[in-house]
């Protein structure tokens, strides 16, 4: 059966937050036609293709994106390529799915098509664990990528030996992802300060929907949290939208413009620049 067009919205009112020139959304998901999902991966609702997301980009204000690969694909990063050859160059980027077996050839030909990361996905349907985390990482380090890491910040204790020995730059995905919430003074965070303190941990503001039992616009109970991370590492800080945010329900689908909002209330002008803008070109080469 063919999967169904898109029917998210693609528009709406503008975000307050006028998106300064080169920003770039450090985390959407492609599915296009012609591409299944893969054993191991979830099942793909709809459509969410290069077209779409380019209305999106139109709609926020956006330049240039970070195609991350989603769950559904596994380590199938073909539509992920394709994803990179429709937009091209100069304004794309992608994190793929490897494993430690994966050919010196094909990393190649990954890093050649515009991939500069692997992904580690420590939750239901990931492809790619955090066991098999350092053996990815010696299989890319020629390739000069870093580590996307995504897992529920609330087991972050069983995880902080191995993300310690992680020895270039990484990635620690959607705010930490406590599922749910925790106070911004917890330990936990604390931990995630210390990781970010070695200088090559990273961290992205993405999704606080996932997770946040008070909801947007605001997400009171993931703000906080949010806010220590800007404000300890404001150089190391990257945003992405989640487009077009598969997790949740279309009852509790989230408004595209307030989750670049999201960012007057929790970084000043000039740190938005570098959320934005700044960082994302350091860390992927715009």
């Given at each position: 059966?063919?999967?169904?067009?898109?029917?998210?919205?693609?528009?709406?009112?503008?975000?307050?937050?006028?998106?300064p020139?080169?920003?770039?959304?450090?985390?959407?998901?492609?599915?296009?036609?012609g591409?299944?999902?893969?054993?191991?991966?979830?099942?793909?609702?709809?459509?969410?293709?290069?077209?779409?997301?380019?209305e999106?980009?139109?709609?926020?204000?956006?330049?240039?994106?970070?195609?991350t690969?989603?769950?559904?694909?596994q380590?199938?990063?073909?539509?992920?390529?394709?994803?990179?050859?429709?937009?091209?160059?100069?304004?794309?980027r992608?994190?793929?799915?490897?494993?430690p077996?994966?050919?010196?050839?094909?990393?190649e030909?990954?890093?050649?098509?515009?991939?500069?990361?692997?992904?580690?996905?420590?939750?239901?349907g990931?492809?790619?664990?955090?066991?098999?985390?350092?053996?990815?990482?010696d299989?890319?380090?020629?390739?000069?990528?870093?580590?996307?890491?995504?897992?529920?910040?609330?087991?972050?204790?069983?995880?902080?030996?191995?993300?310690q020995?992680i020895?270039?730059?990484?990635?620690?995905?959607?705010?930490?992802?406590?599922?749910?919430?925790?106070?911004?003074?917890?330990s936990?965070v604390?931990?995630?300060?210390?990781?970010?303190?070695?200088?090559?941990?990273?961290?992205?503001?993405?999704?606080?929907?996932?997770?946040?039992?008070?909801?947007?616009?605001?997400?009171?109970d993931?703000?906080?949290?949010?806010?220590?991370?800007?404000e300890?590492?404001?150089?190391?800080?990257i945003?992405?939208?989640?487009?077009?945010h598969v997790?949740?329900?279309?009852?509790?689908?989230?408004?595209?413009?307030?989750?670049?909002?999201?960012?007057?209330?929790?970084?000043?002008?000039?740190t938005?620049?570098?959320?934005?803008?700044?960082?994302?070109?350091?860390l992927y080469?715009?």
């Amino acid at each position: 059966m063919p999967i169904p067009e898109n029917t998210r919205p693609l528009t709406g009112p503008s975000p307050l937050l006028k998106a300064p020139a080169g920003a770039t959304d450090c985390h959407a998901h492609i599915f296009l036609p012609g591409f299944e999902s893969q054993e191991g991966g979830p099942q793909i609702a709809e459509l969410a293709t290069v077209e779409n997301y380019r209305e999106l980009q139109q709609w926020l204000g956006l330049e240039r994106v970070v195609i991350t690969q989603p769950n559904a694909y596994q380590t199938n990063n073909e539509a992920l390529l394709e994803a990179l050859a429709q937009f091209g160059p100069d304004v794309a980027r992608a994190i793929a799915v490897v494993t430690p077996d994966t050919p010196k050839h094909e990393l190649e030909r990954l890093h050649e098509k515009g991939v500069r990361g692997a992904r580690i996905m420590q939750l239901p349907g990931g492809a790619v664990g955090i066991d098999r985390m350092l053996a990815v990482e010696d299989a890319i380090q020629d390739m000069g990528w870093h580590l996307m890491v995504q897992f529920n910040g609330r087991d972050l204790p069983n995880y902080m030996e191995a993300l310690q020995k992680i020895k270039g730059n990484y990635i620690i995905d959607h705010i930490g992802k406590f599922i749910d919430p925790v106070d911004a003074d917890d330990s936990r965070v604390d931990d995630i300060l210390r990781l970010m303190d070695h200088g090559n941990a990273w961290l992205k503001v993405c999704g606080a929907y996932e997770t946040s039992l008070t909801g947007g616009s605001s997400y009171s109970d993931v703000a906080p949290i949010a806010k220590r991370f800007i404000e300890h590492a404001p150089d190391r800080i990257i945003w992405g939208s989640n487009w077009p945010h598969v997790g949740v329900s279309r009852s509790q689908y989230p408004n595209d413009a307030q989750q670049l909002d999201i960012l007057l209330e929790w970084a000043d002008t000039e740190t938005q620049k570098k959320i934005l803008v700044d960082n994302p070109a350091l860390l992927y080469g715009f």
